[in-house]
Structure formats: C-alpha cells, structure tokens
C-alpha cells in the first residue's frame, strides 16, 4: 500500500507518501504514461501503533513540475494518482465552503446554485418553546449535520473558524463560489456565515440569554429535510451557548462593519447582551436531553473556555453602540474603558479557571481549543490578534504562550511513523476534526511567529506540519481513503447525512468532511467491524449507519475549510 494526499501537492511545498513496506519507489507521469527519474528518499518511521504497520516515508520534494502522476513500487504497489499545481486546493477550498450552503435550512436550493442537489424548502412552521406554551418562528441557519437540528455552540464553532479565517486570510476568499449572494460585492464567506448568524440572532431572549439548540424532540428518520415534519422545539437557555454566541457576534461585528454597519451595529448589541447575562449568571448551567429526547446534546460540563472566549472577544471589540458607528468616535466614551475594565477582569478569572482546571474531559492527548467543547484557542485569538492589544501585555504574551505551546506539542508529534499530530486516544468521534483543529492551530502560530517575532524557519516547520495533517485526511492514512466526498480516487462515498441517504443521487454532495475514525465503538454498524486490537486509523467504516466514524457536520467542515484556505490563499 502506498497512501498519498489524493488532492494533491503544492510546487514548493515538501511532498511526503507512505508506504507500507520498504522497496524501490518511483513517479509516474499520469498524462505522459512514463516513469520519471525524480529521487525518493525512503525513510523508515518505525511501527505505527496507530496504523497498525511500519512507516516509511516517501520524500518525493524535488518533483515540482506542474501535473498529474501517481507512485509506484518494485513490488507492484501503485499508489492513487494526485496532481502537483499551485492552485491545486482552490477546488477543495470552494466546494468546503460550498458545503454550507447545501445544509442551509428554511430555503429552496435551487438548480442553478445547487445543481443536481436541487431541493425543497424545509422547517418552515413556528418552534415551541421548551416549558411554555409559546412558539416562536426560528428562521434560516444551517442544519448541524447528518440530522436537521440546529445548535448554537456547533454553530458558534464553525462561523468562528470560517470569519476568524476570514479576518486572518481574507485573501484567500472570493464572491464567486455560487450561491445565491455571489457577486454582491461581499466576499461569499461572509454571506454564506450571515445565514447561520441570522439564525443565532433569533435563539437569543430578550434579557440576553441563548437558548441551546432547536430541534426535533427525536431524530427523524431517513428523509429529506421537506418531509421532516416533526414539531421543532427550542431548548433552555445555557451558558455555553450565550458564551460562544457573545463571541462569535463581536467577531462578526467587526468583519461586517465594512459592508453592512446597521448589521455590525445589531450584532455588538446582541453580543453586548449576552456579555450582560453571562455577568449576571456566573454558573455553569450545562445542558442535557431531557426525558425521552435524544437529539444531539453539546453537553459541557465546564464553561470557563466558553466565558474566557465572550469575554476575550467583548474586549476587544466591545464599543458604545449608541453613538456613531465613526471610528474615531469609537475610541471615545469612558462608558466604554470601564465596561473594558469588567470584561478584562472576567477574562482573567475564567482564564485562571481554565489553567487550574485543564479538562481534557474528553480523553484526547493535548486539547485543541479550537471544537466546541473546549473554545480557549479562540480566546488565544481574540488577544493575540487584537491591533489595540486592549488586555494588556501580560495577558497577550500569556495566550501567545498557550497558543505556541500546544503548536510545539503538534508538531513534536510527527517525529515517528505517520508524519502525524495524533496519538491513539486522540482518534475520536470526530477525529478528522482533531486532525484539522492541530492544524489551524500550527497555522495560527505560524502566523503569529511569522508577524511578531519574525521567527521565519520556525512558521515554516509548522506550515509543513499542518499539511500533514491535510495530507492525512486526504488519503494519506491507513485506510488509503480520502475522508472529503468527491476529492480522490479513493474518497469516501456513503455519509450518514439524511440528504444523501434519501436524495435517489447515488454519489454524495461533493466536499464533505467524514468524521472519520472513532475508537469509541459508538454504533451499531462499526461495532461489528472492529475491535479492541483494532489500530485507531482503521476504525472506520464507510456506511451511513456508522454515524460515530462517517457523519458530516459544519464545524468539522469549518475547521477543514480554515486550513485549505491558508494554503490557497494566494489563489483565488
Ligand atoms: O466526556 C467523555 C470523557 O469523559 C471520556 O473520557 C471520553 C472518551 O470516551 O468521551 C467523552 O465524551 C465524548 C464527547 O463527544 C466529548 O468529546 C463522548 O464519548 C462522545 O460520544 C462525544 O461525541 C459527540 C457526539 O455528538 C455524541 O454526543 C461528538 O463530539 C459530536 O461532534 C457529536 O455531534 C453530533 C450532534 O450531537 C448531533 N448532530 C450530529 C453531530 C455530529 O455527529
Ligand atoms: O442521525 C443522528 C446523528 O446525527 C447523531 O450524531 C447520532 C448520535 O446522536 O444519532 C443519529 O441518529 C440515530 C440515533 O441516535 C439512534 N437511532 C438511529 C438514528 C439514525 O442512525
Ligand atoms: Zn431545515
């Protein structure tokens, strides 16, 4: 077996495969049908325990010439083929995001946007609430995933990834990517998470709270979105949710400023809101299924990530909405410097919270920061990248501190087997999201070395890394399967996703990120395949029963899209 990122490579960038065994490797050339003399240097990485075999790695860096080409071996192996070009991710990079347009819920997705993925509208009648007789109408957003809820942290998460990628990058996205709003003169990024924002902005009460998701009571079955006709409920407020969502409406606050300043002014009120209640009510109020129901929970039992995030974001960028939306004016108003003072003051106490108590409540080996049951990275980007540096020094060199740390301890990781940043436990539910989070991670800190410390060899090492971790998800892994539909000779094609299931289309929508492989044996169909000997990469079963290894959701694609951006954003 010889696995390689099915997608393909950049020019300049080091291109790495693996093969199973040792032997003589050489590239072909797919068009001219001809072996080339291009050197490989095969490295043995010793045993994976992940994988379940011995690594060597393949360094095929010095082939940079524009193509399409595969690997082959003495023994008769022949790897997928993979193209090298200096665009070679802007397909990726557009159909991730495009993804989100396919779950939007609440409209008609028409041919000429969505082709042969053309369907009805869905979810159109009033949402009751959960211990009142009132119903409410809970417009647009995305559906979270393979199922039709809609959550708000998971959909805080992904608008975070997609809008601070946005504020980092934002070269890196166009207006042409074929949605409805394309050409509107805002950047297709920011249309496609206004939809998602409009549906947050309505889950919020008027005293500030968010409640924590709206959905079915039980999961519907396998139907299209129209035919979903169960009655919709809207669940308490919490403060994960009012956190993440306080967070994610200064984010948009200030990227929307530009294009819509009535929106930007609307969006701090909101987060201005939340920041009140989330003061106002300092427990953690968590949030489980009550009896009987059983859609998904984003249970959380520690919200100091959450709260540090709210808190992280209203100081940077909270600003006195009454007056006028002039940036000089901004800077005015003491009003203004002491509800800094408050918010800076919370940070520090959830911060300190979060450092005494470091969860890692769900098993994996060094948390991300960057999913939605642990948001302190985002909190780390909120300080790092403020341009006023409102939290002060001390505080920016210590999330500067946390963020190039957990990037130091991803990058250790590639030293043997799979040049990859995962361990055994770190593969689960959700492990392709593991795999991508480490990668924006070593982004973000290369991004931070690169433009305050000037540490340029060192950005570059954590560049390299974070494309191996794509290099894993798009088919360089033990399962020789790219985890994103319609991206490889090998990608995955059978997601438990309710539309693909129930469409009559036999291929699934293209640019769809698999869960990937979980070790946690949380399915019924998965459990008949694998077991305790069984190596973490290889739990994975490409069915749409197998919704703990072969699900899609927002925030995984979300995580993905941030990382193909980075490395498209010169392309577009
Ligand atoms: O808290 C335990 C921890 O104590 C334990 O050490 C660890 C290892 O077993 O597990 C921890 O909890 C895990 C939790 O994620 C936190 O990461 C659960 O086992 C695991 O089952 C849980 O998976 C979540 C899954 O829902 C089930 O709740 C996924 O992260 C989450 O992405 C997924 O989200 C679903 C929504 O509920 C519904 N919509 C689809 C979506 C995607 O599958
Ligand atoms: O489709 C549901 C998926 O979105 C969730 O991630 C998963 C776990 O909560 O549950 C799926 O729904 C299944 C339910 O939990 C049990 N009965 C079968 C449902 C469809 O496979
Ligand atoms: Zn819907």
């Known amino acids: 077996m010889i696995v390689v990122n099915e997608t393909g490579y950049l020019p300049d960038s080091e291109k790495i495969a693996v093969s199973d065994e040792n032997g003589e490797f050489c590239?072909?050339?797919?068009?001219?049908?001809?072996?080339?003399?291009?050197?490989?240097?095969?490295?043995?990485?010793?045993?994976?325990?992940?994988?379940?075999?011995?690594?060597?790695?393949?360094?095929?860096?010095?082939?940079?010439?524009?193509?399409?080409?595969?690997?082959?071996?003495?023994k008769g192996e022949a790897s997928a083929s993979f193209k090298v070009e200096p665009g070679v991710y802007k397909t990726l990079k557009n159909a991730l995001q495009k993804f989100f347009y396919f779950q939007r819920c609440g409209m008609t997705l028409e041919e000429r946007y969505a082709g042969p993925f053309k369907r009805d509208i869905c979810h159109q009648g009033l949402s009751h609430i959960v211990g009142s007789e009132e119903k409410i109408s809970i417009p647009k957003g995305w559906h979270d995933a393979g199922d039709y809820g809609r959550y708000v942290s998971a959909g805080a998460v992904a608008v975070a990834h997609m809008l601070y990628a946005y504020e980092l990058f934002p070269e890196a996205f166009g207006d042409d990517i074929n949605i409805p709003e394309s050409g509107n003169g805002v950047p297709d990024i920011l249309n496609e998470c206004r939809y998602e924002l409009e549906f947050l902005s309505s889950m919020q009460d008027e005293d500030g709270g968010v409640h924590h998701k709206v959905t079915s009571w039980t999961f519907c079955g396998f139907v299209m979105p129209k035919d979903d006709d169960k009655e919709m409920f809207v669940f308490p407020v919490t403060s994960l949710s009012t956190a993440d969502f306080a967070a994610v409406m200064c984010i948009a606050s200030r990227v929307y400023e530009p294009y819509d300043p009535d929106f930007a002014r609307s969006c701090m009120h909101q987060a201005y809101l939340a920041g009140q209640w989330l003061m106002e009510h300092p427990e953690n109020t968590d949030f489980h299924d009550p009896e009987g129901c059983n859609t998904g929970e984003y249970t959380d039992p520690f919200d100091k990530d959450e709260r540090m995030w709210a808190y992280a974001e209203l100081m940077r960028t909270d600003y006195d909405i009454r007056q006028d939306m002039d940036r000089s004016m901004r800077t005015a108003g003491s009003k203004r410097e002491s509800r800094q003072e408050g918010y800076r003051q919370e940070f520090v106490s959830a911060l300190t919270a979060y450092e005494e108590?470091?969860?890692?409540?769900?098993?994996?080996?060094?948390?991300?920061?960057?999913?939605?049951?642990?948001?302190?990275?985002?909190?780390?980007?909120?300080?790092?990248?403020?341009?006023?540096?409102?939290?002060?020094?001390?505080?920016?060199?210590?999330?500067?501190?946390?963020?190039i740390s957990r990037a130091d301890e991803f990058a250790a990781m590639q030293e043997g087997g799979y040049p990859i940043s995962m361990k055994k436990e770190d593969f689960i539910w959700g492990s392709n999201m593991v795999m991508s989070n480490r990668a924006d991670i070593l982004i973000t800190a290369a991004l931070v070395l690169r433009q305050s410390m000037g540490a340029d060899d060192r950005a570059k090492a954590y560049e390299k890394a974070a494309l191996n971790q794509i290099h894993y998800i798009l088919g360089m892994n033990a399962m020789d399967i790219s985890y994103v539909t319609g991206f490889g000779d090998n990608a995955f094609k059978d997601p438990h996703n309710r539309v693909t299931i129930s469409d009559d289309i036999e291929r699934p929508i293209p640019g769809e990120l698999s869960g990937g492989p979980c070790i946690l044996f949380a399915d019924e169909e998965i459990k008949k395949y694998i077991n305790a000997e069984t190596p973490a990469q290889r739990c994975y079963l490409d069915h749409h029963l197998s919704y703990s290894s072969n699900e899609i959701t927002i925030y995984w694609n979300s995580s993905l899209l941030f990382a193909t951006a980075y490395f498209d954003r010169s392309t577009r």
Do not use: Q
């Open 27 to 74: 590239i072909v050339d797919d068009n001219e049908r001809k072996k080339l003399d291009t050197p490989i240097a095969v490295t043995d990485a010793g045993y994976d325990e992940t994988a379940g075999h011995r690594v060597y790695r393949l360094d095929f860096s010095d082939l940079k010439d524009i193509g399409i080409y595969h690997i082959e071996s003495d």
């Open 357 to 403: 108590s470091h969860p890692h409540y769900d098993g994996r080996s060094v948390d991300d920061g960057f999913g939605w049951n642990d948001v302190s990275s985002f909190a780390a980007i909120a300080v790092i990248f403020d341009p006023d540096k409102r939290s002060g020094e001390e505080l920016h060199d210590r999330m500067t501190a946390m963020l």
